[in-house]
């Protein structure tokens, strides 16, 4: 079965501190995962995907199939970071259902 | 093309009622997909749509639940006999056939069942 599991609930960093964020999935196949993050007040919106290897407001994703991890980070937090982030898988093949992990709060202190 | 639009933003219901909710998808994306979300967790799936065809179900989605889009454009998501557990934000998202962008989310629904 696909599982996503984020184990903090809530993360807090000072401004200029490094981040990450803790993703951890099942799957038996190929799994694609991706992050997404909701700011306040504003619609969940796509992060990164692990497919494209960018960069996307400093963040970036590794995915690591021996670990099953794909755990965001960014060097230097910024307290426009702040917001809520949910992992994603996708089974194979484009336009498979994601599953959500339950997502962590980023908490940037100033 | 302003993105996935729903409405309404707000539904507060007495249990017991039917509600529906409506979903605009971007208009060239083929794939529709309702989600619900419960406070603490994130997006559950509970149905999507290859134009006008549904070819997922979650189970989740109880025999109260009923989603359509008849025509390949809009979706609508109803609730019959809504109960106390139906409570929740319910997102609706599209995604093109093919391309690797990802879902784009609508603002959500929330409904608040008395």
């Known amino acids: 079965a696909q599982r996503v599991t984020q184990p903090e609930k809530l993360l807090s960093v000072f401004k200029g501190a490094p981040v990450e964020l803790k993703c951890n999935y099942s799957y038996s196949g190929s799994p694609e995962l991706f992050w997404y993050v909701q700011y306040s007040r504003q619609r969940l919106q796509l992060l990164l995907r692990h497919i494209s290897r960018e960069s996307i407001k400093g963040f970036t994703a590794d995915l690591n199939k021996g670990e099953t991890s794909f755990h965001l980070k960014k060097p230097f937090a910024q307290e426009e970071d702040s917001a809520m982030y949910y992992c994603?898988?996708?089974?194979?093949?484009?336009?498979?259902?994601?599953?959500f992990g339950p997502g962590t709060r980023l908490s940037v202190l100033p | 093309d302003t993105g996935v639009s729903q409405d309404p933003r707000h539904k507060i219901t007495k249990r017991g009622q039917n509600v529906t909710f409506r979903c605009d998808p971007i208009s060239e994306h083929n794939r529709l997909y309702w989600y619900r979300q419960t406070l603490g967790q994130g997006p559950e799936f509970l149905t999507y749509f290859q134009n006008e065809a549904q070819l997922e179900k979650s189970r989740l989605l109880s025999d109260r639940f009923s989603a359509e889009r008849p025509k390949g454009s809009f979706s609508t998501l109803e609730i019959q006999r809504t109960e106390q557990g139906d409570s929740a934000m319910y997102l609706c998202?599209?995604?093109?056939?093919?391309?690797?962008?990802?879902?784009?989310f609508g603002s959500g629904t929330r409904l608040t069942v008395v």
């Open positions: 998202a599209s995604s093109p056939l093919m391309g690797g962008s990802g879902y784009t």
């Open positions: 994603a898988l996708s089974g194979q093949g484009y336009g498979q259902n994601f599953v």
